[in-house]
């Protein structure tokens, strides 16, 4: 190279550059261009975050306004979900790996999954206002929470339930091979738990966007402290009559859904069969092209090489931690109380202790005939949530094993499923309220299927995860013994999916619960239709600021809630234990 001339040398080294430059083809520049929108709309979002507090936004009906509207809500759910996620992972692994927390943690669990999106709202709104006064900040981080108390219990409760039903071989290993609870916790339960993980962080994305437009839109008596997003943009059509603008709304839910289903969810479901429990046997592999497009980007493959050099490098990896002997090698598992889990147990007692003086403090203004009323109250709402549960059941089980079974059912079915599952169904409630009017029904029977509009997806989402997760060996033994379709039913799907079932009976009984505030109080032509139950009475005491008798409607369902849960969901959840795991 050095005796070249200087013009030959530039031209070589320009022709270098430019073959590096054509190393990144079109997924390379798409992404490139995709990760400058994204940093442009973190910054447009933190200015409405932190811009100039303003005591309720002005929501434009224009279907350019929508684009805006539909970033901000769409913003709102994963920061929500992120939170979700975290929660889970710490909040699922205490619950199971320490017996003492988990007599507190899942009946706390349990209380907190009954309490609705209203309940929360109002001490939630004043504390995070009262921080921010001077910015949008507060009721900002108000709406992700809101939006946070729909996703995050049926995750930790599926997450949770999966720990606990971890094949005894996979757990003898790690106690063999002695790993640390942070091997345990990464090799073993993160991946045993992640397929049912995944499918209820999907259905937890659909339940934050159910309560969306209480989420955006929120009134505390005469204070209005609405946000811009989808959900107030489709509040605000409802309240103007704007057909137009509904239906403008409705197709950026439905294109939001299913970008959000192909870029992401559909991707991950892919990638999550690789910790499926398999000990032979093959099974249909499942595609995404939004993942195949990903790994053909050289950016990508470069990062991915990276990151296998680093880990090389320190030597982390499974067979690693199965090959390298351990210097120290820690103490098997044990059951007890560690001393970090102990000191947050004393300060979750703590703040339990302080918010329950609290509450009855405020309870001291409700009357007798008030608590009297309450309590028939809910009785009426907990025979609704059990029927929804059971309609529910009757075709989500069926059609969730069609499509857990089939990959080709779940390539072309789970994009119209998380449309169907993520549509704000508040927003079908004036044709349902319209069909059942014309059919003579009252609300109080009518509101069944308003709450099954809302419940139905839980079930659905986890049968799905159940059906995946069978093995494929187990499913070869049932084609060749030749058994009927009801005999497979009967001792292979039904008693697979069992564990799946449970929780997601225990979740749609919770969304039931929650859905009950908007489906015992609906709105319809200006007026007010109203079922007899706890949902109602919670909508008017929020509506109307009545905040004694909205703590004691939320404690009454909260305390049934946790009483039908010890009573017989915790008795399904024994059953699935030791009768219907993998591991037994």
């Given at each position: 190279?050095?005796d070249?001339?200087?013009?030959?040398i530039?031209?070589?080294?320009?022709?270098?550059?430019?073959?590096?430059?054509r190393?990144?083809?079109?997924?390379?520049?798409?992404?490139?261009?995709a990760?400058?929108?994204l940093?442009?709309?973190?910054?447009?979002?933190?200015?409405?975050?932190?811009?100039?507090?303003?005591p309720?936004?002005?929501?434009?009906?224009?279907?350019?306004?929508?684009?805006?509207?539909?970033?901000?809500?769409?913003?709102?759910?994963m920061?929500?979900?992120?939170?979700s996620?975290?929660?889970?992972?710490?909040?699922?692994?205490?619950?199971?790996?320490?017996?003492?927390?988990?007599?507190?943690?899942i009946?706390?669990?349990?209380?907190?999954?009954?309490?609705?999106?209203l309940g929360?709202?109002p001490?939630?709104?004043l504390?995070l206002?009262?921080?921010?006064?001077?910015?949008n900040?507060?009721v900002?981080?108000?709406s992700?929470?809101?939006?946070?108390?729909?996703?995050?219990?049926?995750?930790?409760?599926?997450?949770y339930?999966s720990?606990?039903?971890?094949?005894?071989?996979?757990?003898?290993?790690?106690?063999?091979?002695?790993f640390?609870?942070w091997?345990?916790l990464?090799?073993?339960?993160?991946?045993f738990a992640?397929l049912?993980?995944?499918?209820?962080s999907?259905?937890?994305?659909a339940?934050?966007?159910?309560f969306l437009?209480?989420?955006?839109?929120?009134?505390l008596?005469?204070?209005?402290?609405r946000?811009?997003?989808?959900?107030?943009y489709?509040s605000?059509?409802?309240?103007?009559?704007?057909?137009?603008?509904?239906?403008?709304?409705?197709g950026?839910?439905?294109?939001?859904?299913?970008?959000?289903?192909?870029?992401?969810?559909r991707?991950?479901?892919v990638?999550?069969?690789?910790?499926?429990?398999?000990e032979?046997?093959?099974?249909?592999?499942?595609?995404s092209?939004f993942?195949?497009w990903?790994?053909?980007?050289?950016?990508?493959?470069?990062?991915?090489?990276?990151?296998?050099?680093?880990?090389?490098?320190?030597g982390?990896?499974?067979?690693?931690?199965?090959l390298?002997?351990?210097?120290?090698?820690?103490?098997?598992?044990?059951e007890?109380?560690?001393?970090?889990?102990?000191?947050?147990?004393l300060?979750?007692?703590?703040l339990?202790?302080?918010?329950?003086?609290?509450?009855?403090?405020?309870l001291?203004?409700?009357?007798?005939?008030?608590w009297?009323?309450?309590?028939l109250?809910a009785?009426?709402?907990?025979?609704?949530?059990?029927?929804s549960?059971?309609?529910g059941?009757?075709?989500?089980l069926p059609?969730?094993?069609?499509v857990?079974?089939?990959?080709?059912?779940?390539r072309?079915l789970?994009?119209?499923?998380?449309?169907?599952?993520?549509f704000p169904?508040?927003?079908?409630?004036?044709?349902l309220?319209?069909?059942?009017r014309?059919?003579?029904?009252?609300l109080?029977?009518?509101?069944i299927?308003?709450?099954?509009?809302?419940?139905?997806?839980?079930?659905?989402?986890?049968?799905i995860?159940?059906?995946?997760a069978?093995p494929?060996?187990?499913?070869?033994a049932?084609?060749g013994?030749r058994?009927?379709r009801w005999?497979r039913?009967?001792?292979?799907y039904?008693?697979a999916?069992?564990p799946y079932?449970?929780t997601?009976?225990?979740?749609?009984?919770?969304?039931?619960?929650?859905?009950?505030?908007?489906?015992?109080?609906?709105?319809?032509?200006?007026?007010?239709?109203?079922?007899?139950?706890?949902?109602a009475?919670?909508?008017?005491?929020?509506?109307?600021?009545r905040?004694p008798?909205?703590?004691?409607?939320?404690?009454v369902?909260a305390v049934?809630v946790?009483?039908?849960?010890r009573?017989v969901?915790?008795?399904?959840?024994?059953?699935?234990?030791q009768r219907f795991?993998?591991?037994?």
């Amino acid at each position: 190279m050095a005796d070249l001339p200087a013009w030959r040398i530039i031209w070589e080294e320009t022709k270098a550059r430019f073959a590096r430059v054509r190393l990144l083809g079109w997924p390379d520049v798409l992404i490139m261009v995709a990760l400058g929108g994204l940093l442009a709309g973190v910054l447009d979002l933190g200015q409405e975050w932190t811009g100039p507090h303003r005591p309720g936004a002005d929501i434009e009906l224009s279907p350019w306004a929508l684009l805006h509207y539909t970033f901000y809500s769409l913003a709102r759910g994963m920061l929500a979900y992120a939170i979700s996620l975290g929660f889970t992972l710490v909040y699922g692994y205490w619950a199971a790996s320490d017996r003492r927390a988990e007599r507190i943690l899942i009946p706390l669990l349990d209380i907190l999954q009954s309490i609705p999106v209203l309940g929360f709202l109002p001490g939630v709104l004043l504390a995070l206002e009262s921080l921010f006064p001077s910015s949008n900040l507060g009721v900002e981080l108000a709406s992700v929470v809101m939006i946070f108390t729909g996703q995050a219990w049926n995750m930790t409760f599926s997450f949770y339930h999966s720990l606990r039903t971890i094949p005894t071989d996979q757990l003898e290993v790690a106690t063999i091979f002695r790993f640390s609870w942070w091997q345990r916790l990464k090799w073993v339960q993160l991946p045993f738990a992640t397929l049912g993980l995944v499918w209820n962080s999907m259905m937890s994305m659909a339940g934050g966007w159910f309560f969306l437009m209480i989420s955006e839109s929120f009134r505390l008596g005469d204070e209005d402290f609405r946000l811009p997003g989808i959900g107030s943009y489709m509040s605000v059509a409802v309240e103007q009559g704007r057909v137009d603008a509904m239906l403008w709304a409705l197709g950026a839910m439905v294109l939001m859904i299913v970008a959000l289903d192909q870029l992401l969810w559909r991707p991950v479901v892919v990638w999550a069969q690789k910790f499926r429990v398999e000990e032979g046997g093959s099974v249909a592999e499942m595609e995404s092209w939004f993942l195949t497009w990903l790994r053909r980007a050289q950016l990508v493959r470069a990062l991915r090489r990276w990151w296998r050099h680093r880990l090389l490098r320190r030597g982390n990896g499974p067979r690693t931690a199965l090959l390298t002997p351990r210097a120290n090698p820690a103490p098997p598992r044990t059951e007890g109380t560690s001393f970090v889990g102990l000191l947050g147990l004393l300060l979750l007692l703590g703040l339990l202790s302080y918010g329950c003086w609290q509450l009855v403090v405020l309870l001291q203004d409700v009357t007798l005939a008030e608590w009297g009323e309450t309590a028939l109250a809910a009785g009426g709402t907990l025979g609704r949530v059990l029927l929804s549960t059971a309609l529910g059941t009757l075709w989500a089980l069926p059609a969730g094993l069609a499509v857990g079974l089939s990959p080709r059912l779940s390539r072309l079915l789970q994009p119209v499923i998380q449309v169907l599952a993520s549509f704000p169904a508040p927003m079908l409630f004036p044709l349902l309220i319209a069909a059942l009017r014309w059919g003579g029904i009252s609300l109080n029977w009518g509101s069944i299927l308003l709450m099954l509009l809302g419940t139905q997806w839980y079930i659905l989402f986890n049968v799905i995860a159940g059906a995946m997760a069978i093995p494929a060996d187990l499913r070869e033994a049932a084609t060749g013994y030749r058994l009927s379709r009801w005999q497979r039913f009967r001792v292979l799907y039904l008693p697979a999916v069992f564990p799946y079932l449970v929780t997601g009976w225990v979740t749609a009984a919770g969304g039931a619960w929650n859905a009950s505030i908007v489906a015992e109080y609906v709105t319809f032509k200006g007026e007010a239709l109203q079922a007899w139950g706890l949902g109602a009475q919670i909508n008017q005491a929020a509506e109307h600021a009545r905040f004694p008798l909205l703590a004691a409607s939320v404690l009454v369902m909260a305390v049934v809630v946790v009483a039908f849960n010890r009573l017989v969901w915790r008795r399904f959840y024994h059953l699935a234990e030791q009768r219907f795991s993998l591991s037994k």
